[in-house]
């Protein structure tokens, strides 16, 4: 099993577990928030998806504060 991860151009991320023995399909996985293509492949072995983080879940970005 491989174990990566992906980010959609939105921000969502993926995570992907292939397996390394069985086969698969060819497939591409469709951002469930943005609807984008995240990615494709042509690829001989089994894979699935699981969204782990979504924009709206994630943390804001926060400025740091001035120096003192
Ligand atoms: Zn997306």
Request: aromatic share 6%; charged share 25%; with cysteine.
């Amino acid at each position: 099993m491989i174990l990566s991860d992906v980010e959609c151009e939105c921000g969502t991320i993926y995570r992907c577990a292939e397996s390394e023995t069985l086969s698969g399909e060819p497939g591409r996985l469709a951002c469930a928030n943005c609807g984008r293509i995240v990615e494709q492949w042509d690829a001989a072995h089994r894979r699935v998806y699981r969204c782990v983080l979504t924009p709206d879940r994630s943390y804001p970005v926060v400025a740091p504060p001035p120096a003192p």
